[in-house]
């Protein structure tokens, strides 16, 4: 017979069952708290494919999902009126990107900065799935920056045009 767990071994997972479980780790915060990420501003993206697989192609080669996640990248200006992307870099298995947001009072609704990654993702995604159905394409989520002044600006500018210098050691 098991032994009942006691309280401190119990998990509440939201449906009035109790578990005897371990606490769940907290999963880390990936936007800033409390911050309008719809705001006037310049951000720094990094958006990893599923396990970081090799799946555009090789540095200044890319292959067919490649182009698609170049395509659809300068797409997202022909989505908003107030978002465009600055400067981007497109590697075997991620990408970089400075998207930048003017919040102006004729760009209602105000999209975030999430909901412009999302459609970008979901855009790969659909003309990959047309061409390879079922792959699984992205990481969850995205990673980001607020720049804030312009030498972070210029740095992440930097960084963007040495990143495939850089990175063609490591493929």
């Not at 459609?119 to 995604?125: I, M, P």
């Not at 995205?142 to 050691?169: G, H, M, S, W």
């Amino acid at each position: 017979m098991s032994k009942m767990p006691d309280e401190s071994e119990k998990l509440n997972v939201g449906n009035g069952l109790d578990r005897s479980e371990k606490e769940l780790p907290k999963r880390k915060l990936q936007r800033l708290s409390g911050y309008d990420y719809s705001k006037s501003n310049y951000y720094f993206v990094t958006i990893c494919t599923d396990e970081r697989k090799n799946l555009f192609g090789k540095i200044n080669f890319p292959n067919e999902f490649g182009r698609i996640a170049k395509e659809q990248l300068l797409q997202i200006e022909n989505h908003y009126n107030n978002v465009f992307i600055d400067k981007y870099v497109i590697m075997p298995n991620h990408l970089h990107a400075i998207i930048a947001i003017k919040k102006t009072e004729r760009s209602r609704p105000f999209p975030t900065l999430s909901s412009v990654v999302g459609l970008y993702k979901s855009g790969v995604t659909k003309a990959i799935h047309e061409i390879e159905p079922g792959i699984k394409v992205w990481q969850k989520s995205f990673n980001d920056v607020i720049i804030r002044n312009e030498k972070a600006y210029n740095e992440i500018c930097e960084y963007i045009y040495y990143n495939p210098l850089k990175a063609e050691t490591d493929y």
